[in-house]
């Protein structure tokens, strides 16, 4: 892929739906969990309502914006119980820092861990990789994410609990797409990279 400019281009790269394999790793108990989930993540350009309320929502000035998405999901895991899901929606707003487009805050309409508003840090590093980092009350979140190509995006996190309990996911994202070419070459970019990582 070219060079991916800022986190701005970065949204726009990821608009679309996805579909998620994810592999969680629960440190305390050396064990894995599977599972999946289906995203559909929409851009949003930074005049629209929904960065406007969400800037508001965290007494920030909706004019630093520049952009942010609205991402839904839909996903389950192996370790489930009866009647429980993992669906949600939330809505993200960049904010930079003065003068550098690759770094600044993300504002959330709420987050993963905790329901919640929340405000992480954002930065693209040298290889055009995502990285979120989330502060909870009660944990910390570290994300990184990246593209193999347009239709093929990778997810790294870590989740530090206060209490010690500690888990690593490792997700692989395909985009949903009408045209089997792609989505053949999607898939043996993700067997790929399976083999060399080890996942």
Not at 42 to 67: P, T, Y
Not at 103 to 109: A, H, M, N, S
Request: aromatic content about 10%; hydrophobic content about 40%.
């Amino acid at each position: 892929m070219d060079k991916i400019l800022d986190a701005k281009e970065f949204f726009q790269l990821s608009a679309g739906q996805w579909r998620s394999q994810r592999t969680t790793h629960h440190l305390p108990f050396r064990r894995a969990e599977s599972g999946n989930s289906d995203i559909n993540v929409e851009f949003l350009e930074a005049e629209e309502s929904q960065i406007r309320e969400i800037c508001a929502m965290h007494d920030m000035d909706h004019n630093l914006a520049i952009g942010g998405a609205f991402v839904t999901w839909d996903g389950s895991m192996a370790w489930d119980k009866e009647n429980e899901d993992h669906q949600g929606s939330t809505v993200f707003a960049l904010i930079p820092e003065d003068n550098n487009l690759r770094k600044g805050k993300l504002l959330r309409e709420r987050g993963y861990a905790e329901i919640v508003p929340v405000a992480g840090q954002y930065e693209m590093d040298e290889e055009d990789g995502l990285i979120l980092i989330t502060e909870y009350e009660t944990m910390s979140i570290i994300e990184r994410f990246w593209f193999i190509n347009p239709n093929l995006r990778l997810r790294s996190s870590t989740v530090k609990r206060f209490g010690g309990f500690n888990t690593a996911t490792f997700c692989a994202e395909s985009r949903v797409v009408n045209n089997i070419a792609s989505t053949m070459a999607s898939e043996a970019a993700l067997q790929n990279n399976y083999a060399l990582t080890g996942w």
